[in-house]
């Protein structure tokens, strides 16, 4: 019973001699590196402001421009709802001011998001008001900056327009007939009308006849059918009484 007794008072509340030297070590290099480890946690802490500081002004950046954006959005809205009023100077007013909105709004918040859609925005205005080469050039800067917008459909559609009205047919049948390939429905109709349209006015008159052609083959019995008999009809193709 005595050596029991002896076995478990070994045991109980006595800490090994090693942990001790242990721990009086750890303790000791603790002391003797106290300046350096303070360094680091102040590094490690400063690096975790920095980069808490850089997200907060991301953030903050972003609500500014989309409040910016959204401002200029509804200054423009407005516009087109009052559109025409039957003053045209008073309408060219309208649309130069929002204009100046949409360009500050791209100058103030350039490279980001709020800042191309912005741009898009300034080009479609550019468009309403006849300025079709400045609207082109808008359009390709986004195209070589940010492909996630210009791959917008309207986007597209604008630079083909802008080109046409340029005379560029070229440049706009390009456009209209990589647009085309992946379009369905009646895009791809309204597509295909243009597309037949700028051939025809560049002298492709066999090309514009196929596609017009074309058009009323694939969409029988809608607008794009009258359309495109009407266009025909007007080529010598078809007789009016046929439609």
């Known amino acids: ?142 195209q070589s900056e940010d492909r996630a917008v210009f791959s917008d459909l309207n986007a597209r559609f604008l630079i083909a327009r802008c080109y046409e009205a340029q005379g560029e047919f070229e440049k706009a049948i390009d456009v209209y007939g990589a647009m085309a390939e992946n379009a369905v429905g009646d895009i791809k109709a309204l597509i295909m009308m243009d597309l037949a349209r700028c051939n025809e006015l560049s002298g492709k008159t066999d090309q514009a006849i196929s596609l017009y052609t074309e058009l009323m083959e694939r969409f029988p019995e809608s607008v794009f059918w009258v359309r495109a008999g009407k266009k025909l009809a007007t080529l010598g193709v078809l007789n009016r009484e046929e439609l």
């Open 1 to 142: 019973m005595s050596d029991i007794r002896k076995r478990r008072s070994k045991k109980s509340g006595i800490i090994p001699r090693e942990i001790i030297a242990d721990e009086r070590t750890l303790l000791n290099w603790i002391s003797d590196h106290s300046t350096k480890l303070a360094y680091g946690l102040a590094a490690v802490l400063l690096v975790l402001i920095l980069i808490v500081g850089i997200f907060w002004v991301k953030g903050r950046n972003a609500r500014i421009a989309q409040e910016d954006l959204n401002a200029a959005l509804r200054f423009y809205w407005a516009t087109n709802a009052s559109l025409p009023s039957g003053d045209s100077s008073q309408d060219s007013i309208q649309l130069e001011q929002a204009l100046a909105n949409f360009k500050d709004v791209a100058e103030n918040h350039e490279n980001s998001v709020h800042g191309l859609t912005a741009s898009l925005y300034q080009a479609g205005v550019l468009f309403r008001l006849g300025r079709y080469d400045k609207a082109a050039l808008i359009l390709e800067g986004l």
